[in-house]
T-cell receptor
């Protein structure tokens, strides 16, 4: 398997624009996670899915953030409208046993909002 | 939910010396404790983990110890090498009514190994 695949790797946009980040989990992994990483706050869990269903979105900062998983091989994280404070690296991760086994991270999407 | 504290936030050691990173957790029901290594510009990757039924686990130059009574666990790296320079994260599962499917990460320790 190629691992967790994220796109784009880098995104530079202007404040107010819509941003869509994409993720393809490892085949067979039932759990998918979206994390945000900043220097100040470290790795923060935004939302996670089990079998394509959102289970816990309490980490989503505000209504500007939304995430979907229309099928087992694809998920999106959308920010609309984007703000400079959203600048961060966004990681997608998948796992077959997240509470007791390895989380497999993608390479991350580095977002810069000007 | 789980609260994971990690220290130190930065650590510099001479090549060949040992490095120790410590974490504490709050949920006594937690039973799985992984450590992730993140090199600059890369993704976090699992390097070692320990479950609550053992007190210590080793893998070549790295080891993890767990003290469930005190609710802390530590990462030990011996004979450090420049390629050990990275940010290290500890984590513990968050328990909820539906099970424990989330990991709460510590804030990370930036380890610098000086040649």
């Amino acid at each position: 398997d190629a691992g967790v695949i994220q796109s784009p790797r880098h995104e530079v946009t202007e404040m107010g624009q819509e941003v869509t980040l994409r993720c393809k989990p490892i085949s067979g992994h039932d759990y998918l996670f979206w994390y945000r990483q900043t220097m100040m706050r470290g790795l923060e869990l935004l939302i996670y899915f089990n079998n394509n269903v959102p289970i816990d979105d309490s980490g989503m900062p505000e209504d500007r953030f939304s995430a979907k998983m229309p099928n087992a091989s694809f998920s999106t994280l959308k920010i609309q409208p984007s703000e400079p404070r959203d600048s961060a690296v966004y990681f997608c991760a998948s796992s077959p046993r997240p509470g007791a086994g390895e989380l497999f991270f993608g390479e991350g999407s580095r977002l810069t909002v000007l | 939910g789980e609260n994971v504290e990690q220290h130190p936030s930065t650590l510099s050691v001479q090549e060949g010396d040992s490095a120790v990173i410590k974490c504490t957790y709050s949920d006594s029901a937690s039973n799985y404790f992984p450590w992730y290594k993140q090199e600059l510009g890369k993704r976090p990757q699992l390097i070692i983990d320990i479950r609550s039924n053992v007190g210590e686990k080793k893998d070549q130059r790295i080891a993890v110890t767990l003290n469930k009574t005190a609710k802390h666990f530590s990462l030990h790296i011996t004979e450090t090498q420049p390629e050990d320079s990275a940010v290290y994260f500890c984590a513990a599962p968050t328990h909820s009514g539906a099970g424990s499917y989330q990991l709460t990460f510590g804030k990370g320790t930036k380890l610098s190994v000086i040649p």
